[in-house]
Every structure is written in structure tokens, then in C-alpha cells.
């Protein structure tokens, strides 16, 4: 079936160091799944941080970067410095298809970054 | 984008007793999702439910433990039945929006002693 993995956390980071965070998916149902990541920031719901729909192409946001690679089918998820303020829980996802609802979620990543 | 609402926010509850945990939208949408998520897991859909009609159930979840109403198109209600300690988690509702991204609630953290 479809599943997601990503790095276990909690991961701990200082302020202004580089960060990635990995993902590789399974996509049974379709050879290119639409990708995404998803973050919760404590005290709130979670929320579309990036997503890159075409294989190949590098989605971004608040400084955060995914390439979705369908040759290795990861979608790491990479800063270049963090701040203290990026402490949250990521989660990268995949929806088999553009019509379809069904999101599946990876376990999701603590991150924890030290002023 | 859409924002939901859900309300409580965190409930304690005893078993066997029924709690209801509910879901606004600030627009209108055909249709929302109610996801589970036990501590350290990955949200798990429950259920799709559209106005009107009754909801989708995904496997391992059912309308008698589950039922969830939809009576118009920013509303849904979860109700969790004769709750028990392993029905401890938090609950999600959401909305998709184009290119199937999905739009959450801030989630109703539920613990059942």
C-alpha cells in the first residue's frame, strides 16, 4: 500500500545550524503521488507548509525546501539555518492522486531548536 | 483557505460514556475529515462526511462507534460511543483544497480514564 516514513525525532537543533529532515514514500496506487509537508506549531492545528505536485520540482516556504525525487521517492525537507521559532512537528504526507482526499500521513518529526 | 474551529479543544471523559466534538468552517465546503492521531503516530483518516449523506467510514472504523452528522456545509459533529481508554487520542477535522491539500482544525484532545 501507500505509506510514508520520515526521520524519527525528536531532533535537536541550535539556532542558525542546518536542518534536514528525511521522507521516503510508497506509492502503490500511482507511480507519482502528490507530496506535502505539514507542520504543527505547539498550541495550534496542523498546517501546509510546502507541497510540490510535479515529480522532479522543489517546493519552498519559510525557508524550507523539498525536492520531490521520484528516482530515490524521498521528499527530505531541508533549511539552511534555523531559528527557535521553527520548533514544531513536521509531517510529510502524500495524496495518491489529484481527486483523491486520502492523506497519508508520515509519524511526524519533534523538532526542537536551542536559542 | 479555510478555517475550522473545533470545540472542546481537550475533554476528559469516563468510560462508556458518549462525547460529541465539533467542527466549524468559516466557508462553506463539500466536505470534511475526521482524522485520529494516538502520541507519537500519524493522523489516520476516519471518515468523509458530505451534507446530506451518510459518512464514509475508513476500515477499522465504524458508524455505531463513530457516528458523525453533517447537517450543512460548514458543520460536522463526531460523536465517540461508549468511549474507552484506547480511544485516548486527538481528533481532527479538516477540509481539502485544491491539489488535495487539506486544511485542520487545531484538533480535540481527548482522554478517556
Known amino acids: 500500500g501507500d505509506s510514508v516514513t520520515q526521520t524519527e525525532g525528536p531532533v535537536t537543533v541550535s539556532e542558525s545550524e542546518s536542518l534536514i529532515i528525511n521522507c521516503t514514500y510508497s506509492?502503490?496506487?500511482?507511480?507519482?503521488?502528490?507530496l506535502f509537508w505539514y507542520v504543527r506549531y505547539p498550541g495550534e492545528g496542523l498546517q501546509l507548509l510546502l507541497k510540490v505536485i510535479t515529480a522532479g520540482q522543489k517546493g519552498s516556504s519559510r525557508g524550507f525546501e523539498a525536492t520531490y525525487n521520484k528516482e530515490t521517492t524521498s521528499f527530505h525537507l531541508q533549511k539552511a539555518s534555523v531559528q527557535e521559532s521553527d520548533s514544531a512537528v513536521y509531517y510529510c504526507?502524500?495524496?495518491?492522486?489529484?481527486?483523491?482526499?486520502?492523506?497519508?500521513f508520515g509519524k511526524g518529526t519533534h523538532l526542537h531548536v536551542l536559542p | 483557505s479555510v478555517l475550522l474551529y473545533q470545540k472542546p479543544n481537550r475533554d476528559i471523559c469516563q468510560s462508556g460514556t458518549s462525547l460529541k466534538i465539533q467542527c466549524v468552517a468559516d466557508?462553506?465546503?463539500?466536505?470534511m475529515f475526521w482524522y485520529q492521531q494516538f502520541q507519537e503516530q500519524s493522523l489516520m483518516l476516519m471518515a468523509t462526511a458530505n451534507e446530506g449523506s451518510e459518512a464514509t467510514y475508513e476500515s477499522g472504523f465504524t458508524k455505531d462507534k463513530f457516528p458523525i452528522s453533517r447537517p450543512n456545509l460548514t458543520f460536522s459533529t463526531l460523536t465517540v460511543n461508549n468511549a474507552r481508554p484506547g480511544d485516548s487520542s486527538i481528533y481532527f477535522c479538516s477540509s481539502s483544497g485544491v491539489s488535495a491539500e487539506q486544511f485542520f482544525g487545531p484538533g480535540t484532545r481527548l482522554t478517556v480514564l
Open positions: 466557508s462553506q465546503v463539500v466536505s
Open positions: 506509492a502503490t496506487s500511482i507511480a507519482y503521488p502528490n
Open positions: 504526507a502524500l495524496v495518491p492522486d489529484t481527486n483523491a482526499y486520502k492523506v497519508i
